[in-house]
């Protein structure tokens, strides 16, 4: 072989291994390290500040239902439908909050908005323990629901503000796993508070319960005001340099989400002639309103029953929440990675449904029931994929992002405020016959809303060229050019 051959000799170029953890977390090899720096920042102080406040919300939601089988119930007399009565107070308060807190979100900093309501929750939690009758506790309920009606659909406004849709449902469904170990948590904090504290200083298991729920609470809420990063064209976040927050508005650009306009006439014109506000508000409800209100657990109802301690009662359930915290993040990694969230979806809704289904035939042994309750939570996760499908089919037009999250959210606690009074009364326990039935058909009926959000946003895509810009079956991204000719 000449010495030119050897010049001209062509080596083949083999290409970078793949790793392992790319089946399970972000991996794109374009991305530069500045931005992989960037992204672990925000995962470290945004994901655990959002995940800890969820964290603190849902630990004060669980506890209502802990203290009711703990002792509260017969403190308060409530013997009744009173337990219904607090969370359609609750229910009423988180309605009327939500749509007019998004509109604050759109003038008022993240930053400052979200800790304060949180603040004012805190407080609230502490009167609770103070309760001496069933109306006190029915009217701070509502109260409470006020002030945490801001955090859901703000979390999620936030969280598609900065993640792209390789990344949203992962962080997402992390964020609302938190939900699961508060349930968890909630049931060991009540079992040690009433073994522990039940009596001490003349206060009984549950009201100690709610004291620690609000000490808990109280260092989160004053964290959330450094750390929280607001949106990426005003965050002044002190883990973010200027070249970061470049970055994050670049990021955000390439998937075709705008910064904020004005939001005035036009802007609701423009998102009330879409087909986006009515259907995902469709869904939303059905998802919302499945089962009973947070107050009434089924689950703990019929271990009480059953005649099991107090301890057994607050613990056993926590395996429920597991399931829950596993199948989220689980979920989340799966429709990440193939880029299709309403299949992940159904899946959800088809164990959901078929676990209901076994409970409202109810006469089967009771091991099968005890493994129907808990496969009833693996249909918790259509929740999170859901508000981050919002996200990714309202990714252009980031007034219509603020306010659908909000409109989801708030009609689905609306219709929550009546129908479990019908499907789930306090007195139809343990069976809750009507409930599940009630329950087993709407899954199918949420079964069916998937399928045609999923069908119509195809057919956005169609429409503007967006499925030839990466996004994935549903549309991870609504293209940019609807949102440039909408705000034009």
Not at 165 to 174: D, F, V, W, Y
Not at 368 to 373: S, V
């Amino acid at each position: 072989m000449s010495s030119s051959d050897h010049h001209n000799l062509v080596l083949p170029v083999q290409e970078a291994k793949t790793p392992w953890w790319s089946y399970i977390w972000d991996y794109d090899p374009g991305r530069s390290r500045d931005e992989v720096r960037f992204i672990q920042r925000l995962d470290v102080f945004l994901i655990t500040m959002l995940s800890l406040s969820y964290l603190i919300k849902t630990l004060d939601q669980t506890n209502i239902g802990n203290a009711f089988v703990s002792g509260m119930k017969e403190d308060l007399a409530m013997n009744g439908n009173e337990i219904n009565l607090v969370d359609t107070a609750w229910t009423i308060g988180y309605v009327l909050g939500q749509i007019p807190s998004q509109v604050v979100l759109t003038k008022v900093r993240p930053s400052i908005w979200v800790p304060a309501c949180e603040l004012l929750w805190t407080g609230l939690t502490f009167k609770l323990a103070a309760a001496k009758t069933s109306n006190q506790v029915i009217a701070i309920r509502f109260f409470v629901g006020l002030a945490e009606s801001t955090f859901y659909p703000a979390a999620h406004t936030i969280l598609g503000s900065w993640y792209k849709p390789s990344e949203l449902g992962k962080r997402a469904c992390i964020f609302h796993a938190s939900s699961a170990a508060a349930s968890i948590f909630s049931g060991y904090l009540q079992a040690g508070v009433y073994r522990g504290l039940n009596g001490v200083n003349g206060l009984a298991g549950w009201q100690w319960l709610f004291i620690m729920d609000g000490v808990i609470s109280l260092p989160i809420c004053i964290a959330g005001f450094f750390i929280l990063p607001d949106l990426p064209e005003n965050t002044r976040a002190f883990y973010l340099t200027e070249e970061d927050r470049e970055l994050a508005k670049r990021r955000m650009r390439e998937v075709g989400r705008l910064p904020r306009s004005r939001l005035g006439r036009s802007a609701f014109k423009r998102i009330f002639g879409r087909w986006h506000v009515y259907l995902l508000s469709i869904l939303y409800i059905i998802f919302i309103n499945l089962g009973p209100s947070g107050s009434v657990s089924p689950f703990a109802l019929w271990l009480k029953a059953r005649g099991e301690s107090i301890e057994r009662i607050n613990i056993i359930p926590t395996a429920g929440a597991a399931v829950q915290l596993v199948t989220t993040v689980g979920f989340a990694i799966i429709s990440d990675a193939v880029r299709h969230r309403a299949r992940i979806m159904s899946i959800s809704t088809f164990l959901g449904g078929f676990a209901a289904l076994l409970l409202a035939i109810w006469n089967i042994p009771d091991g099968l029931k005890l493994f129907a309750f808990l496969l009833q939570r693996t249909s918790v996760p259509y929740g999170p994929l859901s508000m981050s499908w919002a996200n990714e089919i309202c990714s252009s037009d980031a007034e219509e992002r603020t306010i659908v999250i909000g409109i989801m959210n708030s009609l689905g606690y609306a219709f929550h405020t009546w129908v479990p009074l019908l499907t789930y009364p306090q007195v139809d326990a343990p069976t809750f016959h009507k409930g599940f039935i009630y329950t087993t058909c709407a899954f199918g009926a949420q079964g069916i809303i998937t399928a045609v959000v999923a069908y119509m946003h195809r057919e956005d895509q169609k429409r503007t060229g967006s499925g030839k810009a990466g996004a994935d079956e549903e549309g991870a991204l609504v293209g940019a050019l609807e949102g440039l000719t909408d705000a034009s």
